[in-house]
């Protein structure tokens, strides 16, 4: 159920041990700050987290550029090895065929898009009544609620902010900023799914966590919004198919 929903015990304290307890905590923080000297206890340096990820997104369009321009020699050396050798063009063939199932073709056909977004913040950053800070932000099991709902409705292709998504995706968050691909994108946060909007739409009722997002949104005034589309293209997949495992050290 929504957290903010949750109703707090009244406590029940103990009076006598109140005194004590200052008693002990006072004792405590003299030992402490006379450890320390002082001196900040947390590590010197600060990591500058947002600097990081903006380092890491330049790294990740370098390499994105450079991937595309291997591809490119790839595709060029297979033509014409392919031109030469029946074989080798039979086994291109086939493998053509197989690359619209696995995402690495662009598709074209009638779907949805599914939009979720934050709670709108106040002016002087007060929450809803009842609502946590949890309460007003998109998760990250929130949006694959969604995409789970949407492949369990007959969805043939789906992108997440406009990226492809394929098996190895994976859907990440850390606070309301979603990791996906190497790159990180801000809310509202919108899965684009081509199928049958019928049933992908039945499949989002259907879906139990969904639906405790959409308790949220009634709530807590975070956005949901769902939006049918005639005719939608989404792109291929141009990122690595490399899969990167841990392996325990011997």
């Known amino acids: 159920m929504v957290q903010g929903w949750r109703g707090s015990a009244r406590p029940r304290g103990w009076p006598l041990l109140v005194p004590v307890a200052a008693l002990v905590a006072g004792i405590l923080f003299a030992t402490t700050a006379e450890t320390s000297a002082g001196t900040d206890l947390r590590a010197g340096r600060r990591l500058d987290l947002t600097q990081l990820i903006a380092q890491q997104e330049r790294t990740v369009v370098g390499q994105d550029a450079r991937l595309a321009a291997l591809q490119d020699e790839v595709e060029r050396l297979q033509e014409e090895v392919g031109a030469g050798d029946a074989e080798v063009a039979a086994a291109q063939a086939a493998a053509e065929a197989l690359a619209s199932g696995v995402g690495l073709t662009a598709v074209t056909g009638p779907g949805l898009t599914v939009a979720l977004d934050d709670a709108p913040?106040?002016?002087?950053?007060?929450?809803?009544?009842?609502?946590?800070?949890?309460?007003?932000?998109?998760?990250?099991?929130?949006?694959?609620?969604?995409?789970?709902?949407?492949?369990?409705?007959?969805?043939?292709?789906?992108?997440?902010?406009?990226?492809?998504?394929?098996?190895?995706?994976?859907?990440?968050?850390?606070?309301?900023?979603?990791?996906?691909?190497?790159?990180?994108?801000?809310?509202?946060?919108?899965?684009?799914?081509?199928?049958?909007?019928?049933?992908?739409?039945?499949?989002?009722?259907?879906?139990y966590y969904v639906g405790l997002f959409r308790e949220a949104v009634d709530a807590f005034g975070l956005g949901y919004d769902i939006a049918d589309s005639d005719q939608v293209t989404l792109p291929a997949f141009d990122g690595s198919l490399g899969v990167t495992v841990a392996e325990v050290r011997k």
Do not use: K
């Not at 992108?159 to 809310?187: D, F, Q």
């Open 121 to 207: 913040t106040t002016v002087d950053g007060t929450l809803p009544v009842g609502a946590r800070a949890n309460d007003v932000v998109v998760h990250q099991s929130d949006v694959q609620a969604v995409v789970n709902a949407l492949w369990a409705g007959g969805a043939e292709a789906m992108t997440l902010m406009g990226e492809r998504i394929i098996a190895t995706s994976a859907v990440r968050c850390v606070g309301n900023t979603l990791l996906l691909h190497g790159r990180t994108y801000s809310p509202p946060f919108r899965v684009t799914a081509i199928g049958d909007a019928d049933r992908m739409r039945d499949a989002l009722d259907a879906s």
